[in-house]
């Protein structure tokens, strides 16, 4: 079982249609990261949340807009998506402790697919 | 930004023998991180190694870093059909806090 829960698991949406990704963990950690996967690809860093506040946006497009409402939360909104953002959404979490080299614990992720 | 080269990107295995796949940078590597994914599944992390020349042991997995930390392995001994998946090292970047830099992997394939 997993730790960190995502939802939905699968999403289906059109190019014009507005949805949103959620991530929940309650292990403390306060650190978040949004992860893109590709099929036989690693994952690709796109957001990473560090006491709720963003501090890392890997140069990803305005169509996907992350939200951090509270320290056990995180969304990813998604508006206007390409065929080409079809992949599966990982979410993560590790500890902040003043150093880096924690260990990310990931959720099993969104599968979405864009028609 | 410094990439790290995973070897091999395919491992066909028969159950009971021994492989190893191996992580290279061109630079230093700051630490590594070894994650698993089952196939269907998500990244679980495995290790992390920080000092040259480190070597940790988790059963019947083997995981080094070499002398000038440009190097890492993960040799697993005795395969079995549980060790199917792909295994990615991942290094932390030193220029942004928490930004890990996966390799490709290494997708193993058990055969009984």
């Known amino acids: 079982d997993t730790e960190v829960t995502q939802t939905p698991k699968h999403l289906v949406m059109g190019m014009t249609n507005k949805k949103s990704l959620k991530c929940e963990q309650h292990m403390g950690h306060r650190a978040m990261y949004w992860y893109k996967q590709k099929a036989k690809k690693p994952p690709e860093l796109m957001f990473v949340y560090s006491y709720e506040k963003l501090s890392i946006n890997e140069s990803v497009p305005s169509r996907f807009s992350p939200e951090c409402p509270n320290s056990s939360l995180l969304n990813l909104h998604l508006h206007a998506l390409q065929p080409e953002d079809s992949a599966l959404y990982l979410c993560?979490?590790?500890?902040?402790?003043?150093?880096?080299?924690?260990?990310?614990?990931f959720g099993d992720g969104t599968r979405l697919s864009i028609l | 930004g410094q990439q790290v080269m995973q070897i091999p990107q395919y491992q066909h295995v028969q159950e009971g023998e021994d492989f190893t796949t191996y992580c290279n940078s061109s630079t230093t590597l700051s630490n590594i991180q070894w994650y698993k994914q089952r196939p269907g599944g998500h990244p679980v992390f495995l290790i992390q190694l920080v000092k040259s020349g480190e070597v940790k042991k988790q059963k019947r997995l083997t995981f080094q870093f070499g002398e000038a930390k440009k190097n890492s392995s993960l040799h697993i001994t005795a395969t079995q059909t549980t060790d199917v998946g792909t295994y990615f090292c991942?290094?932390?970047?030193?220029?942004?806090?928490?930004?890990?830099?996966f390799g490709a992997g290494t997708q193993v394939v058990v055969t009984p």
């Open positions: 993560a979490s590790s500890q902040v402790d003043g150093k880096p080299g924690q260990p990310q614990h």
């Open positions: 991942a290094d932390l970047t030193t220029d942004s806090w928490g930004k890990l830099q």
